[in-house]
């Protein structure tokens, strides 16, 4: 990326003020990616521990499965899901808050007595493989954060900052060039005034 400048006093104030920005900003930025990486990491740790929970969960319900073809599957359903959102480094993602079940009443003589462990299992599962999606969900938000702060890291670090230091150091070495240029005329033009005067005299 080129920037554009001119070769005057306007110009440098504009790229020097450009540059000093970039320059602040940049730890600012490095920190927030470090923040995000390290929260991408612990999401992906997360993600995978409600996996084999919810594995384990699936193989105790399949350990049972010839039970549940007795259960009354309109006995629970998930009522509400409520969410939450959280700010980390500045990006805003959900989390889960809580997961409402309903579950309908059931005579608990006539019911077979497994019923009770059964709702549990089943609002175990449930909860879990919520709070799973929403943890990918969450992933997903983070890591493209992440990509995004990486990427503004790399334009200031490898384009912009560089970009501006070369303007600076153009500009001013055209500043000098022309100040040199006009100094050097001044004093040949003044020694040439002289020289006319002591010809005259």
């Known amino acids: 990326m080129a920037i554009k400048f001119?070769?005057?006093k306007t110009s440098l104030q504009y790229i020097e003020k450009q540059l000093?920005?970039?320059v602040r900003a940049l730890p600012i930025i490095k920190n927030k990616e470090s923040a995000l990486r390290s929260e991408v990491?612990?999401?992906k740790t997360d993600a995978q521990e409600l996996e084999n929970k919810l594995e384990k969960q699936i193989q105790t319900y399949e350990a049972?499965?010839?039970l549940w073809n007795e259960f009354d599957a309109s006995l629970i359903k998930i009522d509400d899901v409520q969410l939450g959102v959280k700010k980390i480094a500045g990006v805003r993602v959900p989390y889960l808050d809580k997961v409402d079940f309903q579950i309908m009443p059931y005579s608990l003589?006539?019911?077979?007595?497994w019923y009770a462990d059964g709702i549990e299992l089943l609002k175990g599962l449930a909860h879990t493989a919520i709070a799973r999606e929403f943890t990918l969900a969450r992933l997903g938000l983070l890591e493209h954060a992440r990509k995004k702060t990486t990427q503004k890291v790399n334009l200031f670090e490898k384009v912009q900052i560089p970009g501006y230091q070369d303007a600076v150091r153009k500009?001013?070495?055209f500043m000098e060039d022309e100040e040199n240029l006009s100094k050097s005329s001044q004093k040949i033009l003044k020694?040439?005034?002289?020289?006319r005067k002591e010809e005259e005299v």
């Open 41 to 43: 990491k612990r999401c």
């Open 64 to 66: 049972m499965f010839a």
């Open 191 to 195: 020694s040439l005034q002289e020289k």
């Open 20 to 22: 000093k920005v970039r």
């Open 6 to 8: 001119q070769y005057n």
């Open 109 to 113: 003589f006539c019911a077979p007595k």
């Open 171 to 173: 500009i001013k070495r």
